[in-house]
């Protein structure tokens, strides 16, 4: 054997032991990744027993409610007066509308953008 075959066999086994060591890490990441996850799970608490789930009211399901919605309306800035920010306005809530009439959209419209309809003419 001449002694470039001996540096080249010398480094394939170099190269094949540095494969088996990365190999064999990867194998302890993923054994120790499965023994910290079964420890995690044995301290969760038990699921619940079939007694233990939720049942529906008495009185049945809940029924859906249909009723039109308004806003409340953002306050008005006096004349004069500082606009006020985002930051000091509180969380918009709504109210049931004394309308009961449905809102529709315009005759020939789809009511979305790209709705592929014609659109009010």
């Known amino acids: 054997m001449s002694t470039a075959q001996m540096q080249l066999a ?3 086994g170099l190269l094949s032991l540095v494969l088996f ?5 990867v194998l302890a990441l993923l054994a120790g990744g499965f023994w910290m996850n079964s420890r995690i799970k044995y301290r969760e ?7 233990e ?6 009185e049945g399901a809940v029924r859906e409610i249909r009723e039109n919605r308004e806003p409340d309306e ?3 800035i006096p004349k004069g007066g500082r606009p006020l920010t985002p930051y000091e306005l509180t969380n918009m809530h709504t109210r049931p ?10 005759k020939g419209s ?12």
């Open 21 to 25: 060591v990365v190999a064999m890490g």
């Open 45 to 51: 608490p038990p699921r619940p027993r079939p007694e």
């Open 110 to 121: 789809s009511g979305s953008f790209g709705g592929g309809g014609l659109g009010a003419h």
């Open 10 to 12: 010398a480094a394939s």
């Open 74 to 76: 953002i306050p008005h």
């Open 97 to 106: 509308s004394a309308s009961k009439d449905r809102p529709r959209w315009s």
């Open 53 to 58: 789930q939720p049942h529906l009211p008495p």
